[in-house]
């Protein structure tokens, strides 16, 4: 054990040998890859979709190049957003230090516009941090910024802009700081879970910043069921660190297991301060740590709890009005159809910033778009994303089987709520298909949208098929290329 920790330490730099190891590469600067995970030592984080952001040696510094760039961000296989953030994705990746490191973190500005960077919950000293004007020039385009910090503190933390607008666009990222004396009990798995919300209008790629009415809700980037599933082994002790940079407050929800929040963004919560439970409201800013023993086999639903944060590029088709021809009553024509009225020229008067439409009946101005939900829209949908499954047994795009829906449907108010939201006929399986869902029920993919993924709690040998394939894939950057190196 003791051959394999000092070589694991002098190798990767994580834990009590850091210090030694930064000695080792001194003379040697390259890129090094994120470390293996060994008990005795902090497994390193794994942030699913996004990754590492990796680093160069300069003395006893580890230094990180971070871009801040514009990028065209699939989020669903049904759509592809532009938003700000670092070295091709947003949110940025993953900074992983480790408590008495010295960090450099050099900031470009590829952007069309003047930035700059707060490292959130540092207890660092003013010129780093990262108000512009206030504490420090803003980094203008083409230009760049120097920030340099000793770690002294332990747990999660991230970086972010901190013009509001630009940090509605996507510019944020993790920076995990690993305590030097590894936390107790020791975890197996360790992930990072970014939770953001844009409002892009139909037919629009460019998130509203200003926009308060939020379609499309993302883990790490990504909507249900494009979200990369956490892997486990059935027994594995996990943490799973949530933080959150947006405009809301989300209700984070685990099935089949009872977890304890074990951290904050101000690092580790004392054992005796752990609270038990199932939920844990991660409110904006903060960061909630939780931990619980895999000991339930499954597919799990990990999930925002809010209903609309579980569901993709919203309309309002729900209740009798999709179902009835003509105008509502009770409103006038341009409110009948979900219009938005205003001076001069609805929807983009002045008065007005764009917004989604919300027509009462799916008659309004989201109706005409590529929709994962809503009987108006389907068959375009269905058209426009390759590997949807057109043809799946017993079933037509739009239709439900037969005895899915009551023979005196029409006469129950309310109805339909999810009869032609959810279900096998919007599943997408093969549009999102990676490793990471091998094995997963066939039509998964229709009920799984917005702020949703699985945790797999996978017995021994579904666990090492599932890695297996992870493995074959060979996917450059790979999030959990961690857990494959000590697979
Ligand atoms: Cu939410």
Same mark, same amino acid.
């Given at each position: 054990?003791?051959?394999?920790?000092?070589?694991?330490?002098?190798?990767?730099?994580?834990?009590?040998?850091?210090?030694?190891?930064?000695?080792?590469?001194?003379?040697?600067?390259?890129?090094?890859?994120?470390?293996?995970?060994?008990?005795?030592?902090?497994?390193?984080?794994?942030?699913?979709?996004?990754?590492?952001?990796?680093?160069?040696?300069?003395?006893?510094?580890?230094?990180?190049?971070?871009?801040?760039?514009?990028?065209?961000?699939?989020?669903?296989?049904? /759509?592809?957003?532009?938003?700000?953030?670092?070295?091709?994705?947003?949110?940025?990746?993953?900074?992983?230090?480790?408590?008495?490191?010295?960090?450099?973190?050099?900031?470009?500005?590829?952007?069309?516009?003047?930035?700059?960077?707060?490292?959130?919950?540092?207890?660092?000293?003013?010129?780093?941090?990262?108000?512009?004007?206030?504490?420090?020039?803003?980094?203008?385009?083409?230009?760049?910024?120097?920030?340099?910090?000793?770690?002294?503190?332990?747990?999660?933390?991230?970086?972010?802009?901190?013009?509001?607008?630009?940090?509605?666009?996507?510019?944020?990222?993790?920076?995990?700081?690993?305590?030097?004396?590894?936390?107790?009990?020791?975890?197996?798995?360790?992930?990072?879970?970014?939770?953001?919300?844009?409002?892009?209008?139909?037919?629009?790629?460019?998130?509203?910043?200003?926009?308060?009415?939020?379609?499309?809700?993302?883990?790490?980037? /990504?909507?249900?069921?494009?979200?990369?599933?956490?892997?486990?082994?059935?027994?594995?002790?996990?943490?799973?660190?949530?933080?959150?940079?947006?405009?809301?407050?989300?209700?984070?929800?685990?099935?089949?297991?009872?977890?304890?929040?074990?951290?904050?963004?101000?690092?580790?919560?004392?054992?005796?301060?752990?609270?038990?439970?199932?939920?844990?409201?991660?409110?904006?800013?903060?960061?909630?740590?939780?931990?619980?023993?895999?000991?339930?086999?499954?597919?799990?639903?990990?999930?925002?709890?809010?209903?609309?944060?579980?569901?993709?590029?919203?309309?309002?088709?729900?209740?009798?009005?999709?179902?009835?021809?003509?105008?509502?009553?009770?409103?006038?024509?341009?409110?009948?159809?979900?219009?938005?009225?205003?001076?001069?020229?609805?929807?983009?008067?002045?008065?007005?910033?764009?917004?989604?439409?919300?027509?009462?009946?799916?008659?309004?101005?989201?109706?005409?778009?590529?929709?994962?939900?809503?009987?108006?829209?389907?068959?375009?949908?269905?058209?426009?994303?390759?590997?949807?499954?057109?043809?799946?047994?017993?079933?037509?795009?739009?239709?439900?089987?037969?005895?899915?829906?009551?023979?005196?449907?029409?006469?129950?108010?309310?109805?339909?709520?999810?009869?032609?939201?959810?279900?096998?006929?919007?599943?997408?399986?093969?549009?999102?298909?990676?490793?990471?869902?091998?094995?997963?029920?066939?039509?998964?993919?229709?009920?799984?949208?917005?702020?949703?993924?699985?945790?797999?709690?996978?017995?021994?040998? /579904?666990?090492?098929?599932?890695?297996?394939?992870?493995?074959?894939?060979?996917?450059?950057?790979?999030?959990?290329?961690?857990?494959?190196?000590?697979?």
């Amino acid at each position: 054990m003791s051959t394999r920790r000092t070589f694991i330490q002098r190798v990767l730099g994580l834990g009590a040998g850091v210090i030694a190891t930064t000695k080792l590469h001194a003379d040697t600067p390259k890129r090094h890859a994120a470390p293996i995970s060994a008990p005795g030592f902090n497994t390193p984080v794994v942030t699913t979709d996004i990754g590492d952001l990796p680093f160069t040696l300069d003395g006893g510094t580890k230094v990180f190049h971070l871009v801040a760039e514009v990028i065209k961000q699939p989020i669903s296989p049904i /759509k592809t957003i532009d938003v700000w953030g670092f070295n091709g994705s947003a949110p940025g990746p993953t900074i992983q230090v480790n408590q008495g490191d010295h960090v450099r973190v050099i900031l470009e500005n590829r952007l069309p516009e003047p930035t700059s960077l707060h490292w959130h919950g540092f207890e660092d000293t003013i010129p780093n941090d990262g108000m512009p004007v206030i504490s420090q020039p803003p980094v203008k385009p083409g230009g760049r910024f120097v920030y340099e910090f000793d770690i002294h503190q332990e747990g999660t933390y991230f970086y972010h802009s901190h013009m509001a607008m630009q940090e509605m666009a996507g510019m944020l990222g993790g920076f995990i700081m690993h305590p030097r004396e590894p936390y107790r009990p020791y975890c197996d798995k360790d992930f990072l879970i970014h939770l953001q919300e844009y409002a892009v209008l139909p037919n629009n790629t460019v998130p509203n910043t200003m926009n308060m009415e939020f379609n499309w809700l993302l883990f790490n980037g /990504k909507a249900g069921p494009a979200t990369t599933p956490l892997i486990v082994r059935l027994g594995d002790r996990v943490r799973i660190r949530f933080v959150n940079l947006g405009m809301d407050h989300h209700p984070m929800h685990l099935h089949g297991h009872t977890f304890y929040v074990t951290g904050t963004e101000g690092g580790r919560i004392p054992e005796t301060a752990w609270w038990p439970g199932n939920t844990v409201l991660v409110g904006v800013a903060q960061a909630r740590s939780v931990e619980f023993i895999a000991n339930n086999p499954g597919d799990w639903m990990l999930h925002c709890h809010l209903p609309h944060h579980m569901m993709n590029q919203m309309s309002s088709n729900a209740g009798k009005m999709t179902r009835t021809t003509g105008m509502p009553a009770g409103g006038d024509m341009n409110t009948g159809m979900g219009m938005l009225q205003g001076e001069p020229g609805a929807p983009l008067g002045e008065d007005y910033g764009p917004t989604l439409g919300r027509g009462l009946g799916g008659v309004g101005n989201a109706s005409d778009t590529p929709s994962t939900n809503g009987p108006l829209s389907q068959q375009k949908t269905m058209a426009a994303v390759p590997g949807m499954q057109h043809d799946m047994e017993g079933m037509q795009m739009g239709q439900m089987e037969q005895d899915d829906i009551a023979k005196n449907a029409n006469d129950v108010p309310n109805f339909p709520q999810d009869a032609y939201m959810e279900g096998p006929m919007m599943a997408m399986d093969q549009a999102v298909e990676r490793p990471e869902n091998y094995g997963l029920n066939t039509g998964w993919s229709g009920f799984m949208q917005g702020m949703m993924t699985f945790v797999r709690v996978l017995p021994p040998e /579904k666990y090492d098929e599932v890695i297996s394939r992870m493995k074959q894939s060979k996917r450059a950057n790979d999030p959990y290329a961690s857990i494959l190196e000590s697979a």
